[in-house]
Every structure is written in structure tokens, then in C-alpha cells.
């Protein structure tokens, strides 16, 4: 079953532009993750964020964690080519027993 | 160089037939996981495991199996009871089995079953 969601699906912005994608989750967790791929690649991880955390940096990436409207959102800042890949949050649910649910990934296109 | 290997690439077989994709790690890594993705979705966990001599199923391990004899390794059989093994398949391993530590990947083997 899809715990994360991720939106928009497919997202295309200039380079130097700012990229925002949402995560939408269903039920309480634990912490969530955000992970990029690359096309035909292995997964690499960007953040993780606990469930009493509001807001997390690294680099150009800025995570947020709004347990309430229990969504997530990535945005990365003055976007370059090397961004143009898939990124996907992971969820552990409470429930789960420490296993995460990949969502389905927003597309990301940066043109030059 | 520490890192997460899967072999091969890709790999092609004929429908009825057994395969084996190979994944070994050499991070020291108790936990290992499988996982199956199809075009434009995200990743389904097939099996994983915690510690050697010790797996569990996941969400889709009908038609797959999988074993765990040595820490740094985690074989991955796609049998003929699979209906649909056509896609790309990731290996994964972390610290330990906690969700909270992040998982590392393996560069993925795409299967074809014709």
C-alpha cells in the first residue's frame, strides 16, 4: 500500500530556478526520508527528518516536516543540470515495524 | 572502496526459468534489502533482512526467494512462479534494521523475461 506520494509527478524548471516537491503521507511517523535516482541507477540518500523535526538543511536542499497536514516538502535552491533526476520520499509508519514505503517519485527536468 | 555492488547490469532469460541476481556489500552492514521497481513507480520491498541467517518477506515476496548466509551478501532467486519478473531490481543495505538509518543502493540489475 502507498504510504508517501509524491507531487507534482513531473516537474521542469530552468537552471538557477528554485524546485519544490510535496510529500503526502496517510498515516502517523517516525521519521521520513528523501532519496534521489538517477535514470537507471541506485537510489542515493539526501536527508532524513524525524517526526520532531519542523525543518532540516543540507547544502542547497531544504527539507520540511508538517506532521499535522502529515506532509513533507523538498526544495532545492539554484538548480543545475546535475539535479535533473527522480527523488521519492520514504515513510515509516508507525505501524510498520521499521520498513519504509517508497513513494512513486516526482520527475524532475532541469532545462539549461 | 566501500560500496554496494550488484551484478550483472542486465540480464535476460527465458520465461520458466530460475535466476539468481547477485548483491554484496562491504560496508559492514547488518541489514540488507530487496527491492523491485517498474516503470514510472516507486520502490516495492520484496524481502529483507537483519542480521545473517535471518529474512523476512515483504510486501510482493511471492515468487521470490532469498537467503543469507554471509554478512556481506544477499542473493535474490527470481523463480518461475513469478508472473511478472520483468524489471529493475535493487539491492540495499544499512547500519542496521531501523528505519531511522539510511539505506545505501546498489546500482541495480535490470531482468528481462521473454
Known amino acids: 500500500s502507498q504510504q508517501g506520494e509524491e507531487d507534482p509527478q513531473a516537474l521542469s524548471i530552468q537552471e538557477g530556478e528554485n524546485a519544490t516537491m510535496n510529500c503526502s503521507y496517510k498515516?502517523?511517523?517516525?521519521?521520513l526520508q528523501w532519496y534521489r535516482q538517477n535514470s537507471g541507477r541506485g537510489l542515493v540518500h539526501l536527508i532524513l527528518i524525524r517526526s520532531n523535526e519542523r525543518e532540516k538543511h543540507s547544502g542547497r536542499l531544504r527539507v520540511t516536516l508538517d506532521t499535522s497536514k502529515k506532509s513533507s516538502s523538498l526544495l532545492i535552491t539554484a538548480s543545475r543540470a546535475a539535479d535533473t533526476a527522480s527523488y521519492f520520499c520514504a515513510t515509516e509508519a508507525i505501524y510498520r515495524d521499521d520498513k519504509i514505503i517508497f513513494g512513486k517519485g516526482t520527475r524532475l527536468h532541469i532545462l539549461p | 572502496d566501500g560500496g554496494i555492488t550488484q551484478s550483472p547490469k542486465y540480464l535476460f532469460r527465458k520465461e520458466g526459468q530460475n535466476v539468481t541476481l547477485s548483491c554484496e556489500q562491504n560496508?559492514?552492514?547488518?541489514?540488507m534489502y530487496w527491492y523491485r521497481q517498474d516503470p514510472g513507480q516507486g520502490l516495492r520491498l520484496i524481502y529483507y533482512s537483519q542480521i545473517v541467517n535471518d529474512f523476512q518477506k515483504g510486501d510482493i515476496a511471492e515468487g521470490y526467494s532469498v537467503s543469507r548466509e554471509k554478512k556481506e551478501s544477499f542473493p535474490l532467486t527470481v523463480t518461475s512462479a513469478q508472473k511478472n519478473p520483468t524489471a529493475f531490481y535493487l539491492c540495499?543495505?544499512?547500519?542496521?534494521?531501523?528505519?531511522?538509518?539510511?539505506?545505501?543502493f546498489g546500482p541495480g540489475t535490470r531482468l528481462t523475461v521473454t
Open positions: 498515516t502517523s511517523i517516525n521519521n
Open positions: 560496508l559492514n552492514h547488518d541489514a
Open positions: 540495499a543495505s544499512s547500519i542496521s534494521g531501523l528505519s531511522s538509518y539510511e539505506q545505501y
